[in-house]
């Protein structure tokens, strides 16, 4: 259940009912690829930090401790103790990426595990019974991720399959939740927008794909090499022909600039490695733009990373110590940079809907862009 309660040009603030919480958008998810936030970040951390939904990959579940065990034991929640949503991504993308390993057929996908190399086919039916073994709260259909600058003729054959494959999803997924020993009955199901960066095959794919009646929809196949300005181009396009009153989803986006723009054009859901991969290599979010606190300039700084932030990371300790932890590899360093980051990013998504409930989204991206571009 999705409502939309205010909106400012295409922005969109809403509230979505899931069968494990409310969810309020626009929204990062924080990534957890393997039921686990990188850098040593605990659940409890999480709500510490604010996060609403924990995102979890389908395909590492899947050849790692494996969905069957998972559904044994009680399904993702009560595995890794998380009671708020999460959403599952189809193993779709990471499958694509294993380009090397990989044979696409109408059926599906056959790969080598990158772990043991065993061979694994995956299709539409195989992803939605990983997912629901799960128990996800929000599922996500399973696609091909065309390269942005990939040919024409391929994208429209890749898209025109992947929205036969969304089809044999909502089906499975229907039965699935049917099942009496499904772990999550109420499940949802996004599907996903492809097209490269062809603004009449997104266009198209949009209006079919619109005409399924989702529970939401994600624009997938971005930041694969296109320019930020292609991308937002194509949100633009795009996202005016998705539902205006169904979730809408930008897939492994971005930076936070990359946020405020995607809210900008009518994005509710993003996520993004970004915060957790850069924290473990020292880089830090501020207001005031970027640090990297492997710099010598660190080195007797005794404020926090950022004066007045309440991360856990903030309110105790300094740039100088956590510079100290770094250099010498504690893994303590490692996991404050990472709260830090995750606070900021989920702490920005709050600012982002405060300002869209007074109505001042647009002059609160301004001087937030401006104040992140100024540095210190």
């Not at 996500?140 to 994208?155: G, Q, S």
């Not at 510079?323 to 990013?345: P, Q, T």
Request: charged share 25%.
């Amino acid at each position: 259940m999705y409502k939309l309660l205010k909106t400012e040009g295409r922005a969109k603030r809403a509230e979505m009912e899931t069968v494990h919480g409310t969810i309020q958008t626009p929204v990062f998810m924080n990534v957890g690829t393997v039921a686990a936030i990188k850098g040593a970040v605990s659940t409890e951390d999480l709500k510490d930090i604010g996060c609403q939904v924990q995102l979890s990959n389908t395909y590492h579940l899947h050849v790692r401790t494996g969905d069957k065990t998972i559904k044994e034991l009680g399904g993702l929640h009560k595995f890794m103790v998380w009671d708020r949503p999460i959403l599952t991504d189809s193993g779709g993308f990471q499958v694509f990426s294993l380009a090397g390993l990989r044979k696409i057929k109408e059926e599906g996908v056959s790969f080598h595990s990158h772990i043991d190399g065993r061979k694994i086919f995956m299709g539409p039916e195989e992803s939605m019974q990983i997912q629901s073994n799960l128990g996800s709260t929000i599922a996500m259909a399973f696609d091909e991720c065309p390269p942005a600058k990939a040919e024409r003729r391929y994208v429209e054959d890749s898209v025109a399959r992947t929205e036969r494959w969304l089809v044999r999803c909502k089906d499975e997924m229907k039965r699935l939740n049917s099942l009496e020993d499904t772990v999550n009955p109420h499940q949802m199901l996004f599907g996903i927008n492809q097209g490269a960066v062809y603004d009449d095959i997104r266009i198209e794919n949009a209006k079919r794909i619109s005409e399924m009646d989702l529970d939401g929809y994600a624009v997938g196949g971005l930041a694969v090499g296109e320019t930020h300005e292609e991308m937002y181009h194509v949100l633009e396009e795009t996202v005016p022909y998705l539902p205006q009153d169904k979730p809408t989803y930008l897939m492994g986006v971005g930076t936070p600039a990359n946020i405020l723009e995607g809210v900008e054009r009518g994005i509710d859901f993003f996520d993004c490695v970004y915060p957790s991969r850069n924290g473990r290599h020292g880089h830090v979010y501020t207001n005031h733009g970027k640090l990297n606190l492997f710099n010598q300039k660190y080195e007797k700084d005794m404020r926090p990373i950022e004066e007045g932030c309440q991360c856990p990371a903030c309110r105790t300790y300094s740039r100088a110590y956590i510079r100290h932890l770094l250099k010498a590899k504690e893994m303590l360093g490692m996991r404050l940079c990472v709260l830090h980051n995750l606070y900021f990013y989920n702490h920005m998504m709050e600012e982002i809907r405060q300002s869209l409930d007074e109505g001042r989204f647009a002059s609160y991206k301004k001087a937030k862009l401006e104040s992140m571009e100024a540095g210190e």
